[in-house]
């Protein structure tokens, strides 16, 4: 969760680096069902919670995204609801899915949630994210930050060039709107205006 410490410091131009990994590393986002609560979700915070996605990509078993809330104490209640509300849902949609993995997973989420003392039955996302902080003046971090977010399906042979992956806001930045409704970030112009302000 957020170090409260960092809190304290955090500006408005301030985004975080955040991933969500599932539990023992389940590789539960292969089905499009699973995949799309994830979409679902994601929007609804932007639209519902004044989140602000920059770059994001579902991996099998974990999330990646660059995001920002209003204000720094905001982004740990929007994680907690986000994993509470996608953990209902998939659980949901486990039970239904003619999943043959159905009792599998189940069990290995049980068992997590029994190693954490947990009240909840099932425990679906590991509980640490350690996000980590970037300034917007911090733009050569920033863009390599997005690129490996967006280079993740490559490095695991699921497609030759990021924008083929739906499940991630490569394509928003190759100039297609994806499944998010992201903050595509203009580098270049970020840049510019950096010079021109005398912050780079």
Known sequence: MIDKNKNQGFKQQDCSYLTF??????????????????????????????????????????????????????????????KRYTTTKILEA??????LRRSWMLQRFENCSLSLKKIEKFQLWQTCTNPAYIDFKQVYKLQ?????????????????????????????????????KVNVINFES?????LKNGSA
């Open 144 to 180: 390599e930050r997005v690129l490996y977010i967006h280079e993740n399906p490559v490095r695991d042979g699921i497609v030759s060039s990021p924008e083929h992956y739906l499940y991630s806001s490569a394509s928003d930045y190759a100039g297609k709107p994806g499944m998010v």
């Open 190 to 194: 970020l840049r510019m205006s950096l």
């Open 94 to 99: 486990i039970d239904i899915e003619p999943d």
């Open 21 to 82: 990994n599932v539990v023992d590393w389940i590789d539960v986002f292969i089905r499009p069902t699973y995949k799309h609560i994830i979409v679902d979700a994601l929007n609804y915070c932007i639209e519902a919670k004044k989140f602000t996605v920059y770059a994001w990509c579902l991996m099998t078993n974990h999330l990646h995204m660059l995001a920002r809330a209003q204000d720094g104490s905001g982004l740990a209640m929007i994680e907690k609801e986000f």
